[in-house]
């Protein structure tokens, strides 16, 4: 009986070519700061200014990419860059346990009664400011602009 022809071996799961690269924190910060001070300083929408941001890390790095849950992780950090967000009332949900903006932990918010006991009205996240109450609120869209300068100093506008 003849041998088998072994014939060339199946490329090893290490050999085969990188489809994506995962951009390091700071080029995607250096990134966003230059997309939003470009000639377009608002963008109405997370996808909008993803593309908008791909376009300038693809230069660098042909490979780059990026999904929305850690951009908006990332765009919290970035002096210079305002993530707003906009939010629908839900009431059917029940209240999330994480974060639905940067995935973060929410400590309860906590009131005092009369009798002297506390009572969790709702939860808050302590990173970017989302908070929700007895009716579920939920992120529906996000706009990314170029930040005040007194807001790049690290005052609140208005104070």
């Not at 199946?10 to 995607?28: I, N, T």
């Not at 999904?67 to 009332?89: I, Q």
């Not at 300068?149 to 690290?154: N, W």
Request: charged fraction near 25%; hydrophobic fraction near 35%; charge should be positive.
């Amino acid at each position: 009986m003849p041998a088998k022809d072994a014939g060339p071996a199946p490329p090893a799961s290490g050999d085969r070519p990188k489809r994506f690269r995962r951009p390091p924190p700071e080029l995607v910060a250096r990134a966003a700061r230059r997309v939003v001070r470009g000639a377009k300083a608002s963008f109405p929408s997370q996808a909008a200014f993803r593309d908008a941001l791909l376009e300038q890390l693809r230069r660098d790095e042909p490979l780059a990419a990026i999904g929305g849950p850690r951009l908006r992780r990332l765009l919290l950090g970035v002096p210079g860059v305002r993530l707003t967000v906009r939010y629908s009332e839900r009431p059917s949900r029940p209240p999330p346990t994480s974060c639905p903006v940067c995935a973060s932990e929410l400590a309860p918010i906590l009131n005092r009664t009369l009798a002297g006991g506390t009572v969790a009205l709702g939860r808050r996240c302590g990173s970017c400011g989302y908070w929700t109450h007895g009716v579920c609120r939920v992120p529906v869209r996000y706009t990314i602009s170029q930040a005040s300068p007194r807001a790049r100093q690290g005052r609140a506008p208005g104070r």
